[in-house]
């Protein structure tokens, strides 16, 4: 049997991307060991459709201390360090899959790569961008500059690299002038949970639906469109906005939505389990992604928007050079980043034509064939394959 061990800095059961691709390697017949950050309540180690899931003694950092952030990142680097070191002389890995973010946590497979493990890099988000992103620094900022010089190394270090989207594999290639061949694996909507039709409409028929469903942080524009709301309550009869998310991020949003009085129109669902999303999706009319265009996130691609599009769903997004790269301008409608009166106009304009969302819905749905899971899972399998006969 062949065995897989993946790192990532995330809650297993939270994040979309990690199951998806240790499960379709379980599904190839191989063992698959995930060392992740433990959720309050879980059991150390849990075997979740057939992944082994072992929770290190960390949760993850959320706030905005440059030094704590760096610091968590590092702590995380040093358990990984001795837990893969000593699980691979038990199992004797055939690659080792490292999620970012941070880059240099594949450095902490040094001893396997040693004695003759691949290792694979996965690189979720670019960390130089995340950085000036999250901590509002420049690209000359020496943080950004150390940033990027690890970047370059932890490439250089891996057998193999995987990236989200073509935008940024070019960057990359430019920025890191490496000889590897990055292999896109896109952030797609899980096909076992997300499925146009699958499920029927039981909402009040004769509400309005707006949904959007992840981080809450100011980043993601929720503020902007709680503002959307407070003035398109009185044009959209029974206009409904649900929000979901971790409740502890939700705060200056229930302040906001209580100074606009639209706290009957905005409702904060709290966090859900992810096989629950779907039942939502199927009730909601439009999805909703006004997220803060900057460096970091122009190059994101979101996995809430191939949920959406996948469930045949129109979706109101910011103008990202990322997510034109696969949907033209009839297929999403597209606003302005931080823009109130187009992000408006486009809610108030799908509302107003029928039509229209269907039409827009099933051209995103057309042009997503070409990149979705099961597209992903084949080009994804195919390269751990071809790093076990290296």
Request: aromatic fraction near 12%; proline fraction near 4%; hydrophobic fraction near 40%.
């Amino acid at each position: 049997m062949k065995k897989i061990c993946m790192i990532a800095y995330a809650y297993y059961s939270q994040d979309a991307r990690v199951p998806k691709e240790a499960e379709a390697l379980t599904q190839q017949g191989m063992r698959v060991d995930c060392f992740c950050l433990r959720e309050r309540g879980r059991a150390r180690l849990e075997v979740v459709n057939g992944v082994n899931v072992y929770h290190l003694p960390l949760s993850k950092y959320r706030g905005y201390s440059t030094l704590k952030y760096t610091s968590a990142y590092i702590l995380f680097f040093v358990l990984v360090f001795f837990s893969v070191t000593k699980f691979y002389f038990k199992r004797r890995y055939d690659v080792i899959q490292f999620h970012t973010l941070p880059d240099f946590i594949i450095f902490s497979g040094i001893i396997p790569k040693i004695c003759g493990a691949k290792l694979l890099l996965d690189m979720h988000e670019i960390m130089p961008e995340f950085y000036m992103s999250k901590f509002r620094v420049g690209m000359s900022h020496p943080l950004i500059k150390l940033l990027k010089l690890l970047e370059k190394i932890s490439i250089r270090f891996a057998h193999a690299v995987i990236v989200i989207n073509e935008p940024i594999k070019r960057l990359l290639l430019t920025r890191c002038k490496s000889k590897l061949n990055f292999t896109v694996v896109m952030n797609c909507a899980d096909d076992r949970l997300f499925r146009s039709g699958c499920l029927p409409h039981s909402m009040e028929s004769n509400s309005f639906n707006l949904m959007y469903h992840g981080t809450l942080t100011p980043l993601y524009g929720l503020e902007l469109a709680v503002q959307a709301v407070a003035r398109l309550k009185t044009r959209i009869p029974n206009l409904k906005f649900r929000i979901f998310g971790n409740e502890e991020e939700a705060g200056d949003l229930k302040k906001l939505a209580e100074e606009l009085d639209v706290c009957r129109s905005v409702i904060f669902m709290g966090r859900v389990p992810r096989e629950e999303i779907p039942r939502y999706l199927r009730q909601t009319d439009i999805g909703v992604l006004p997220t803060i265009r900057d460096e970091f996130i122009d190059l994101s691609f979101s996995n809430k928007l191939a949920e959406y599009v996948c469930m045949k769903k129109p979706v109101v997004a910011t103008r990202l050079k990322s997510t034109l790269e696969y949907f033209p301008e009839d297929a999403i409608s597209y606003f302005e980043s931080r823009d109130m009166d187009d992000l408006t106009s486009r809610i108030f304009e799908l509302y107003a034509n029928p039509q229209k969302r269907l039409l827009q819905a099933e051209k995103a749905y057309q042009h997503y064939q070409k990149i979705q899971w099961s597209v992903m899972r084949e080009r994804y399998i195919k390269l751990i394959d071809s790093l076990m006969n290296q």
